[in-house]
Nanobody
Framework: QVQLAESGGGVVESGGSLKLSCVVT????????MAWYRQAPGKEREIVSA????????YYADSVKGRFTISRDIVKNTVYLQMSSLRVEDTAVYSC??????????????????WGQGTQVTVSS
């Protein structure tokens, strides 16, 4: 059974930082691509960032480039999202996912196949 458990969400002031974690219970974690998505109220879910199985290939949405950093620890079966310079518009439920990249040369685009429950991030002005 595959389980993904996010943590690290909370309320932070604009300009602040948060680090999200996602612990993955899956034997093939070290061969999986991983991604973070978010969904704000009244909006569609969007991809935030993705990381290849080796960690060498990453993807960031334009809206978070230079502010967010994705990483993974294969020993801890955990993927992280370090978020800095947070903005009110970053407020959303953030979910991690195991993903299948469409190609072997790039981590994006990818198709999510397993999801976590999500963690709320609220940025106040």
């Amino acid at each position: 059974q595959v389980q993904l458990a996010e943590s690290g969400g909370g309320v932070v002031e604009s300009g602040g930082s948060l680090k999200l974690s996602c612990v993955v219970t899956r034997r093939t974690f070290n061969t999986d691509a991983m991604a973070w998505y978010r969904q704000a109220p009244g909006k569609e879910r969007e991809i935030v960032s993705a990381i290849s199985r080796t960690g060498e290939n990453t993807y960031y949405a334009d809206s978070v480039k230079g502010r967010f950093t994705i990483s993974r620890d294969i020993v801890k079966n955990t993927v992280y999202l370090q978020m800095s310079s947070l903005r009110v518009e970053d407020t959303a439920v953030y979910s991690c996912a195991v993903g299948l990249p469409h190609s072997t040369t790039s981590v994006y685009p990818l198709r999510p196949i397993y999801w976590g429950q999500g963690t709320q991030v609220t940025v106040s002005s």
